[in-house]
């Protein structure tokens, strides 16, 4: 393997996403973990284990998935970047930490590998029902960011923009990927270090008797301190002040949760991540993500050929959803169809935002494995009709 002189991978390589998602977070800066194995998961953190030591850092397996939400927080506030990896029942355990980071804005990373369920499912194969969990699976009004990479590559670079996101909101960010985009192999490019961009921690300038754990800066989000540096510092998941102690009142309640939602509108406003093409004539838009895009492509692609001006959609960055740039193509497209390993989830969101203005198409599947894409193509020409 090639490796700068920091350990980390650099050039051409043939890799599956849990691994190109393992040197995603090595290079962007990660040098903690705590997991428990879980399948498709578990190839991330094995990856890691073994290549930690070449970079100077630690791999904890914990005796299960509650344990290693919590442990990875408790080294982001000693100064380390972080994340866990799981899959189904366990990302179900890790709610209550998904909400726990949200609260106490720990930026941090949880990567979910998506399996057929519900409950134990179907451990070795695809789905993509853990969408709405992942936005609405702990309790609570809060913010957190979603990306779904549909390639090995993607698996690389977005866990490289995940943390990074992290870092400039403070807030949990979840990898979504599925169980194909984490098993298949191709080609991935790791540039040199120079050429990546790292988002660091914004520590504070401000001296320890000026400092506020919670104090909003301009854009809404708050420095950050390491444990252990002579700053006296205070968390808590309960409603809190700019301090960090609580405060149960009615009016903090109010300033603390709007924070923390509204911090994320400049992502969700212009900077939602999403990939589009043919859309400039496009009658029909198949708006998809992960696993599903790809076979979306091909139906894309055989309706074109039947003369049905299809256009694609996908969505690389689900939550905050990307809002504005669906409601400019509501108006003037008749139809959205939305292929799914579910039934029915992001559709919704679809449908919320197109507000009767087109059809709304949803392409269901219970997963196991991926759509036919005639099956999504017979949507395209039903919807142009």
């Not at 270090?193 to 854009?219: G, N, S, V």
Request: glycine share 10%; net charge negative; hydrophobic share 40%.
């Amino acid at each position: 393997m090639q490796a700068d002189a920091k350990g980390v991978l650099t050039g051409v390589h043939f890799l599956d996403g849990d691994h190109a998602c393992c040197e995603g977070t090595l290079a962007a800066g990660a040098r903690f973990s705590a997991g428990y194995p879980i399948t498709p998961s578990t190839e991330v953190v094995e990856r890691f284990a073994q290549r930690i030591p070449t970079v100077g850092g630690v791999f904890i397996q914990m005796e299960d998935e509650l344990a290693a939400s919590i442990a990875i927080q408790g080294a982001v506030w000693g100064g380390a970047k972080a994340f866990t990896v799981t899959s189904g029942p366990g990302f179900s355990l890790m709610m209550e930490h998904i909400g726990y980071a949200a609260m106490t804005e720990t930026p941090c990373v949880f990567v979910n590998v998506q399996r057929g369920g519900p409950s134990t499912g179907l451990p070795t194969l695809p789905a993509q029902a853990d969408m709405m969990q992942a936005k609405w699976g702990s309790h609570g009004d809060y913010g957190i960011v979603a990306l779904c990479p549909n390639s090995p590559q993607e698996c690389f670079d977005l866990t490289i923009t995940g943390f990074n996101i992290s870092e400039e909101f403070r807030v949990p960010v979840l990898m979504m990927l599925d169980e194909c985009v984490g098993h298949m192999t191709e080609k991935v490019v790791i540039p040199e270090a120079e050429h990546l961009e790292i988002t660091p921690r914004r520590y504070t300038k401000l001296p320890p008797e000026e400092f506020k754990l919670y104090e909003p800066r301009e854009d809404m989000v708050p420095d950050m301190v390491r444990a252990g540096t002579g700053y006296r510092f205070h968390m808590t998941g309960l409603t809190h002040d700019e301090r960090g102690y609580p405060s149960m009142n009615v009016e903090t309640q109010d300033r603390s949760v709007r924070r923390l939602v509204d911090k994320l509108k400049p992502f969700s406003n212009g900077r939602a991540l999403f990939e589009t093409e043919d859309l400039d004539d496009a009658e029909v838009v198949v708006v998809s993500y992960g696993i599903t895009s790809r076979v979306a492509q091909r139906a894309i692609q055989l309706a074109r050929a039947q003369g049905i001006k299809a256009g694609k959609f996908r969505i690389i960055s689900a939550w905050p959803f990307p809002d504005q740039a669906l409601d400019e193509l509501a108006g003037r497209v008749k139809a959205f169809v939305v292929p799914e390993l579910n039934l029915g989830q992001m559709v919704h969101e679809v449908a919320r935002v197109v507000a009767g203005r087109a059809k709304v198409i949803p392409v269901s599947h219970a997963g196991g494995t991926v759509h036919n894409p005639e099956v999504i193509l017979k949507a395209i020409v039903e919807a142009a009709r």
